[in-house]
């Protein structure tokens, strides 16, 4: 090899890090970035837009970058059993709180019930369906028609089980069961009403005010079913900055949020 290319060569094997960081945007690592804040939320599907602007006002606010999962209670639960990392977990139902507890998943003494929420029937925006009265001897079967009627998995998801328990107390499930498409969240339901690809859904007030693509219907009695209730707490594993993090949910600006998208906020703000 010529003297001449010997010495290129050997420069820009000098180079070859340098021009890797210019190339990606990077600069290397450094003690300080690799230790950045950040906080890991599994919080039930129906939150996901209240809690966006949530966690957008905490990480404002504290500095620690939060970074949400969202998916049904139920599969967030089985989650943290299986080992997921989180930080805090908040469920829409006080069942799989419970069932977290008892796997030992979740720190029982930072547990609290913080919000509320009701379920609504929905249907495509441009339905003829509207002002459906929901009482005893509702007939959900005859409304859908041909249709399919959407909502959480009856058997696991928070929201199919506060609609089940809804139809059975007024004596409209068992004619409906067999139209019903579950689904594996609230969102994943209120999609399908959205598509058109159901006729009517069952979701939570809160979820339906935040897709155009649907109207509500009608308002299920509170009394139908179990008080809807969505419980917060630390994992078992939770950072430090956890506690901050909830803190913050207790405050009034996380209440002010979370009434701005309808939920119920069930305890008096500490700050």
């Keep these: 090899m ?9 420069a820009s094997l000098l180079l070859a890090p340098a021009l890797t960081f210019a190339q990606e945007g990077k600069a290397p690592a450094t003690p300080a970035a690799s230790s950045e804040k950040t906080l890991i939320v599994f919080a039930a599907a ?7 602007d949530v966690d957008a006002a905490y990480t404002a606010k504290s500095g620690v970058k939060v970074t949400p999962s969202y998916a049904a209670s139920s599969a967030l639960a089985k989650q943290m059993e299986q080992g997921a990392p989180a930080d805090v977990f908040i469920s829409a139902d006080t069942d799989w709180m419970d069932y977290s507890s008892g796997k030992k998943t979740v720190n029982d003494s930072t547990r609290v019930n913080l919000l509320g ?3 609504v029937l929905i249907a495509p925006k441009d339905s003829k369906i509207a002002d459906v009265k929901i009482g005893q001897g509702f007939d959900l079967a ?3 028609g041909d249709g399919k009627i959407s909502t959480g998995d009856v058997k696991a998801v928070p929201v199919g089980k506060y609609a089940k328990a809804a139809l059975e107390k007024l004596g409209s499930w068992q004619a409906a069961e067999s139209k019903f498409a579950m689904a594996e969240s609230v969102r994943a339901a209120l999609a ?3 598509r058109g690809e159901a006729v009517l859904g069952i ?7 935040v897709e155009p693509g649907v109207k509500i ?4 009695p509170a009394d139908s079913h179990p008080p809807i209730v969505y419980p917060v707490a630390a994992t078992a594993t939770a950072k430090t900055d956890a506690a901050g993090y909830l803190a913050f949910l ?3 600006a996380a209440k002010s949020i979370f009434e701005k998208y309808g939920f119920t906020y069930l305890i008096k703000p500490t700050s």
């Excluded at 939150?47 to 966006?52: G, R, T, V």
């Excluded at 219907?217 to 299920?220: D, I, P, Q, R």
């Design 142 to 144: 005859k409304l859908a």
């Design 192 to 194: 399908l009403v959205a």
């Design 217 to 220: 219907v009608g308002a299920f």
């Design 46 to 52: 129906s939150m996901k837009n209240a809690l966006d």
């Design 203 to 209: 979701v939570y007030e809160t979820d339906a005010k």
């Design 2 to 10: 010529k003297p001449y290319i010997r010495a290129i060569v050997a």
């Design 117 to 119: 929420n009701k379920i």
């Design 250 to 252: 207790k405050s009034e």
